[in-house]
């Protein structure tokens, strides 16, 4: 079984500036994918960034950056130059062996960007 | 091109009733998903079809709960005898064969009174 933790409250960060989002997970399988979404008041759940277990760089996707440290499996998305419509619920998810398994999400955190 | 699509956006219905979710997948998608998002907490996966068939329906929370799709691309998901906690947002995902990133519909929202 898989299992992430998002245990930070509420977070608030100056636009502009960066701001880092934690995500820790648990699983069994040597291969496993991690994911970022963004989820705004709309509700529509979008895609951010993708980590492969075996994957050697961390993932980089414009302003988005995942911070992937497989030992203390963790996986931290990192958001540079923080904007106003960044404000929104952030999900960190796993998906299982296989690339069509499901997503197993976090409990999101809520990050509100100050002008 | 067009995303995945979800009707009704809005569903109120009185508890015990019958409700049918309806979920339209990217064309070309083979692989659909359903979850359910309470308030406050993140997707949870109820089923996943892969063409006409039914790959993984663990998250199915008991027997009111079903899904079809019969043709391999439209998704129809039924409740009987529907709960006040069967309220929630129902997110339908869609993706292509071998590829992990899946597309979200916006959702419908569920209301049993």
């Known amino acids: 079984a898989q299992k992430i933790t998002q245990t930070q409250p509420g977070m608030f960060v100056q636009e502009k500036e960066a701001v880092t989002l934690d995500c820790t997970y648990d699983t069994s399988d040597p291969s496993y994918g991690l994911f970022w979404y963004k989820q705004p008041s709309s509700g529509e759940m979008i895609f951010l960034i993708y980590q492969g277990s075996y994957d050697q760089q961390n993932a980089t996707e414009g302003r988005y950056s995942l911070n992937f440290q497989k030992a203390r499996k963790s996986a931290n998305l990192v958001i540079s130059a923080s904007q106003l419509g960044d404000s929104a619920m952030y999900f960190c998810?796993?998906?299982?062996?296989?690339?069509?398994?499901?997503?197993?999400f976090g409990k999101g955190i809520t990050l509100s960007v100050r002008p | 091109g067009a995303g995945v699509s979800q009707t009704p956006s809005n569903k109120v219905t009185e508890k015990g009733k019958y409700v049918e979710l309806r979920c339209d997948p990217i064309?070309?998608?083979?692989?659909l998903y359903w979850y359910r998002q309470s308030l406050g907490q993140g997707p949870e996966f109820l089923i996943y079809f892969q063409g006409t068939g039914a790959a993984d329906d663990s998250g199915l929370p008991n027997d009111r709960f079903f899904a079809v799709r019969p043709e391999g691309s439209v998704s129809t998901l039924k409740i009987q005898r529907t709960e006040r906690g069967d309220s929630a947002v129902y997110l339908c995902?869609?993706?292509?064969?071998?590829?992990?990133?899946?597309?979200f519909g916006p959702g419908t929202r569920l209301t049993v009174l």
């Open positions: 064309s070309g998608h083979t692989a």
């Open positions: 998810a796993m998906r299982a062996t296989g690339a069509n398994s499901k997503l197993t």
């Open positions: 995902a869609s993706s292509l064969l071998g590829s992990g990133e899946q597309f």
